[in-house]
């Protein structure tokens, strides 16, 4: 079966109520998580500076249904399909919607690696998806993920 990788950004129309808008973010994550592994949707989403970046990968139709649900989604503003592609493999296979965010200390490593990949959404988006994998990875083998 044909596998799309679809790559959006948009801006957070989160703010802080009885959660953080972190802790709201972890929320949309595990919810997501969750939808997605009904569906066989496998991704990741990047919180950095009130920007989500997220990158969905399934089948084609329901990648797109998914997206559509996002589309509708009030949290989001200045939505912005980046890439949509067919692909042999799943880069994000482990994962039904793994989650990186900035922390409360913006010179962390993470959210310096953050940063490039936000940077690198504007220079060349694939090089970008790959450096979230590479992040991923890393944070996984650290032990700094939630178990999936």
Known sequence: MPISRLLYTSRSCLTPDELTVEQ?????AA?????????GVTGVLVFVENQFIQLLEG???VVAEVFERICCDF???QL???????V???????WHMA??????DPASPLDEELQNIRFLMGVNARVAV???QECLLDCDAKGLLPPT
Do not use: W
């Open 31 to 39: 919810r997501a998580a969750i939808r997605n592994k009904e569906v």
């Open 99 to 104: 989650e990186l965010s900035g922390g409360e």
């Open 59 to 61: 089948e084609g139709e």
């Open 88 to 94: 042999k493999d799943r880069m994000f296979a482990r």
């Open 80 to 86: 912005r399909l980046v890439d949509l592609v067919g």
């Open 75 to 77: 949290d989001h503003a």
């Open 24 to 28: 709201q973010v972890s929320n949309i």
């Open 130 to 132: 790959d450096k979230m």
